[in-house]
């Protein structure tokens, strides 16, 4: 008679998830024993790393991953990177283990009190199957909510002696729609204030790039002849940077944010929150006289919108229905940016002539995975992204998700067949939060090249005092990490860089290599504006 774990495992074959993210722990182990030979266990060295391999992995692949959590320990471990998830809107099937049911009532150790409250709100579901014979159907019922819009993580708590019980008859297959198209009569209602907007300015955010809508999007922005801006920090890249409209990622902050729209009567956001703030900088959330209009497939980023209207559909069905709507404007088109003049090369390199440097080497199908907070503004500068699915980062502000984010996506890489590279740049405060990701990295013999910019400081707390005038914050110096060492005992070749000749070469060779790569570079200590 077919168990439990048995019906278990042949729902995970059928939805295609058979690589499995996770730290084994002990009430994990009567589902992992006799692993099969067909699945892939992902061995990570903390669940926190575990939970953003799996958000890089789902993410580069566009298919949902599964990550293996230890009770409620284990949970908490992942917990920081499971709230990026949830702004990420990654599609994650998080599942723990708990204690035996037998013994629950006693709360004994490692019992994961109220399982499914734990990971709320940052979890679309929840839930401890009430039976051992519910955990399929769970299962299935686990990946339809990561699924349908707006995608997001979900969580089961899985009890430790369900795995050998009988199972019932196996669930049903079904499948579920994971777009919808907008409401007609709005939809018209946006296509006619754009047609008559005198100077429309559109903004994108991640929405557009996880709908696969790059080309749809540069069809409308020609269509309307009208510049095109990023949401302000976006997780991912929204439009090619290349292009002579695109005018670069708005300010997050209120007042700034609309002082870059002002002049434009009509704005219309496409797969974004309107507006994603950090430090407040009080304002009007839109400069007078201007209307917003609003695509969006989260029904909470529309009730909390400040100002606009706006429209629920997939962000990619919304610029193709418009673009069938709007007639070509008549009207030039905006001209390009002002070319940045090259920065200086000094010693130590600024950030500027690091990411200059690192923009000239640039493989032509690179994907770039960011967590270097502090020079994110000289890194998006300098470094434009051309392709879709390119850029990831993450939209919590969190930090810790960079680095193995960046080995699940250099995995999925390998998995799909593409080969894309990946290079990661992960900030010497940020490299230390998930440092453990370069053993999986090496165990995996994943050729992922982690530039690291070298202050020794967490710059962006300083810019963050300097704004909120909040002097003698204690915690804020980084001396005494020995990059090159730390890399090496996970087993990464290592090299210090300090010119942009010696990135170049040493780019090239990371990228051929059969083991992850780590190039701290020391950077001048000067502490950008947040701003």
């Known amino acids: 008679m077919a168990t439990v774990r048995d019906a278990t495992y042949d729902v995970l074959r059928a939805l295609g998830m058979t690589t499995i993210f996770g730290n084994p722990g002990s009430t994990e182990e009567p589902f992992l024993g006799d692993f099969p030979a067909d699945f892939h266990y992902v061995h990570a060295l903390h669940e926190a790393t575990a939970v953003a391999m799996a958000d890089g992995y789902a993410q580069a692949t566009g298919a949902p991953a599964h990550v293996n959590l230890h009770t409620a320990p284990g949970t908490g471990n992942g917990m920081g990177n499971m709230v990026t998830a949830w702004h990420n809107k990654t599609p994650l099937i998080v599942t723990a283990g708990q204690q035996t049911r037998e013994m629950l009532l006693l709360e004994p150790r490692l019992t994961s009190r109220r399982a499914a409250e734990l990971p709320q709100p940052y979890v679309k579901w929840g839930y401890e199957p009430v039976r051992a014979q519910d955990i399929p159907a769970a299962l299935l019922r686990a990946y339809a909510t990561a699924v349908q819009p707006p995608a997001g993580p979900v969580f089961l708590s899985l009890p430790m002696d369900d795995w050998d019980q009988p199972a019932d008859s196996p669930p049903a297959p079904r499948t579920v729609a994971t777009r919808f198209a907008p409401d007609p009569e709005r939809l018209g209602e946006f296509a006619r204030v754009l047609a008559g907007s005198r100077d429309p300015v559109l903004v994108f955010g991640p929405g557009v790039d996880r709908s696969g809508s790059w080309s749809t999007a540069v069809a409308l922005a020609e269509r309307l002849a009208a510049p095109v801006w990023s949401a302000p920090a976006p997780e991912r890249a929204v439009f090619p940077e290349n292009h002579t409209q695109f005018r670069g990622v708005l300010p997050f902050a209120i007042g700034p944010l609309a002082e870059a729209l002002r002049g434009h009567d009509t704005v219309l956001v496409v797969g974004a929150p309107v507006f994603r703030y950090y430090p407040y900088v009080p304002g009007a959330h839109l400069p007078d006289g201007t209307r917003l209009l609003h695509v969006t497939d989260d029904p909470d980023e529309a009730a909390r919108a400040p100002v606009g209207d706006s429209l629920l559909g997939d962000p990619g069905l919304t610029l193709a229905a418009l673009l069938d709507l709007v007639p070509p404007a008549d009207r030039p088109p905006p001209g390009p940016r002002t070319a940045l003049a090259p920065p200086e090369v000094t010693a130590p390199l600024s950030a500027d002539a690091l990411f200059a440097a690192l923009a000239a080497h640039w493989p032509a199908d690179g994907v770039l995975v960011q967590e270097s907070p502090s020079n994110l503004s000289a890194l ?127 780019l090239a060779a990371g990228l051929r290599a059969d083991r992850p790569t780590v190039l701290p570079v020391p950077i001048s200590t000067d502490v950008p504006s947040i701003l």
Not at 433 to 443: H, K
């Open 380 to 506: 998006r500068r300098r470094l434009r992204i051309t392709r879709p699915a390119s850029y990831f980062t993450m939209a919590s502000g969190g930090l810790g998700y960079g680095l193995p984010a960046a080995v699940g996506v250099a995995l999925a890489e390998r998995d799909t067949g593409r080969g894309r590279p990946v290079v990661a740049v992960v900030g010497d405060g940020s490299f230390h939060y998930s440092v453990q990701a370069l053993w999986t990295a090496a165990r995996l013999s994943l050729p992922v090249v982690v530039v690291v910019p070298v202050n020794q400081q967490y710059a962006i707390l300083k810019a963050f005092a300097e704004l909120k005038k909040t002097p003698g914050v204690p915690g804020l110096d980084l001396p005494g990490l020995d990059i090159t060492a730390i890399a090496a005992g996970y087993g990464c070749a290592t090299e210090v860089v300090e010119t942009p000749d010696q990135l170049g070469s040493a």
